[in-house]
């Protein structure tokens, strides 16, 4: 059974830091592209960044270029997001995704998300 | 950016049919997934490529694409199928995942 398990949320203030983990198991990690999504209070979800099973491929949100940064340790099988200058709409729930398909490790850009973390909560204030 | 625009609300009563369609640029040439999220709850894939379902998604869940509108149909609406749901694509000039803004399903 795929699960995946996010922590690393909490308060923080404006201009702040957090690092949010994902940690997955069930299914060979390093072949699959992983994802982060939000959904702010009162907002729909919004993707933030991508990257491939090798992590060679990465691709940002224009919300998260510059500020966020995305990676993966397959040999731990977790998957990071380290989110710099953080912003009042920011606040959100924080959910990492797993691609449904898989290409040896690269990126299939049209794929879908089969399965997702419970989310973890990130308030900036 | 690749916009995908979908009405903020749909209203249905049980048994019957809901549509939710999910409107882009000629989206009929993309591949288009459907995500369901309940209050609380992680998003659930229900629909992906136009028209396939994951196992244990019900029958009742279908999807087509054509042109400049994707459609998620529910047929025989239930209470337990009230939620958020929500259409995604590859953006392949921004080379970004995007979803729609999402569409509130009320069961009367």
């Known amino acids: 059974e795929v699960q995946l398990l996010e922590s690393g949320g909490g308060l923080v203030q404006p201009g702040g830091s957090l690092r949010l983990s994902c940690a997955a198991s069930?299914?060979?990690?390093?072949?699959?592209?992983m994802s982060w999504v939000r959904r702010a209070p009162g907002k729909g979800l919004e993707w933030l960044s991508i990257i491939s099973g090798s992590g060679s491929k990465i691709h940002y949100a224009d919300a998260a270029k510059g500020r966020f940064t995305i990676s993966r340790d397959n040999a731990e099988n977790t998957l990071f997001l380290q989110m710099n200058s953080l912003r009042v709409e920011d606040t959100a729930v924080y959910f990492c995704a797993k691609d449904r398909e898989m290409l040896q490790g690269s990126l299939i850009s049209s794929e879908s998300f089969d399965s997702w973390g419970q989310g973890t909560l990130v308030t900036v204030s | 950016s690749y916009v995908l625009t979908q009405p903020p609300s749909l209203s249905v009563a049980p048994g019957q049919t809901a549509r939710i369609t999910c409107g882009g640029d000629?989206?009929?040439?993309?591949?288009v997934h459907w995500y369901q999220q309940k209050p609380g709850q992680a998003p659930v894939l229900v629909v992906y490529?136009?028209?396939d379902r994951p196992s244990g998604i019900p029958e009742r869940f279908s999807g087509s694409n054509s042109g400049s509108t994707a459609t998620l149909t529910i047929s025989r609406v239930e209470a337990g199928d009230e939620a958020d749901f929500y259409c995604?694509?590859?953006?392949?000039?921004?080379?970004?995942?995007?979803f729609g803004g999402g569409t509130r399903l009320t069961v009367l």
């Open positions: 490529d136009d028209g």
């Open positions: 000629n989206i009929g040439v993309k591949t």
């Open positions: 069930g299914f060979t990690f390093r072949s699959y592209s």
């Open positions: 995604q694509v590859w953006d392949n000039i921004d080379e970004h995942r995007v």
